[in-house]
T-cell receptor, first 114, second 116 residues
Framework: KAGVTQTPRYLIKTRGQQVTLSCSPI?????VSWYQQTPGQGLQFLFE???????NKGNFPGRFSGRQFSNSRSEMNVSTLELGDSALYLC?????????????FGEGSRLTVL | AQTVTQSQPEMSVQEAETVTLSCTYD???????LFWYKQPPSRQMILVIR??????QNATENRFSVNFQKAAKSFSLKISDSQLGDAAMYFC?????????????FGPGTRLSVLP
């Protein structure tokens, strides 16, 4: 069974641009969540989708948005990029949206904002 | 809001020895789950072990075991017979047992080095 796939793996953008990251969950997983990982702030929860509905949202500005499609694939978008948005963006999928179910992570998309 | 603290930014252990990574958390909830995740260099994060708060018995997975002290809100990870492949960042994570959603709260991580 294929794991969580994130694209692109690496990208470089300049301030003010926007970026879209994609995540394909493990087949059959309906929950997809996104995390931002930086050396200073660690792993911070962005948002989570389940069956195309946003279930939870972290404490990030409105420039960060996401969506989930009917096939459970998810995208996140960051508009008007700032230097501080440079980070590793991790996507994780889960079979269930509650309980002790583990998160399965992708390898991440490393975004550099110049 | 829940918080997770890992007081050891870096740890090192000799190969074949035992090491314990510390984690404390703060919550007012009684129903929750705790996890240890491992992130090897430039590789994806994987689950090491999980613990349901309602279970008193400490979880064990091969060389990995936890010491779960609910009253003290402590959740340490013990790695026995350390191997070179154990070198990684280790994150302690909390997930509420209430409601829906997979919004985990992660600690800042502990970087573990394994010395040959």
């Amino acid at each position: 069974k294929a794991g969580v796939t994130q694209t692109p793996r690496y990208l470089i953008k300049t301030r003010g641009q926007q970026v879209t990251l994609s995540c394909s969950p493990i087949s059959g997983h309906r929950s997809v969540s996104w995390y931002q990982q930086t050396p200073g702030q660690g792993l911070q929860f962005l948002f989570e989708y389940f069956s195309e509905t946003q279930r939870n949202k972290g404490n990030f500005p409105g420039r960060f948005s996401g969506r989930q499609f009917s096939n459970s694939r998810s995208e996140m978008n960051v508009s008007t990029l700032e230097l501080g948005d440079s980070a590793l963006y991790l996507c994780a999928s889960s079979l269930a949206d509650r309980g002790s179910g583990e998160l399965f992570f992708g390898e991440g998309s490393r975004l550099t904002v110049l | 809001a829940q918080t997770v603290t890992q007081s050891q930014p870096e740890m090192s252990v000799q190969e074949a020895e035992t090491v314990t990574l510390s984690c404390t958390y703060d919550t007012s909830e009684s129903d929750y789950y705790l996890f240890w995740y491992k992130q090897p260099p430039s590789r994806q994060m994987i689950l090491v072990i999980r613990q349901e708060a309602y279970k008193q018995q400490n979880a064990t997975e091969n060389r990995f075991s936890v010491n779960f002290q609910k009253a003290a809100k402590s959740f340490s990870l013990k790695i026995s017979d350390s191997q070179l492949g154990d070198a990684a960042m280790y994150f302690c994570a909390y997930r509420s047992g209430h409601g829906y959603g997979q919004n985990f709260v992660f600690g800042p991580g502990t970087r573990l080095s394994v010395l040959p």
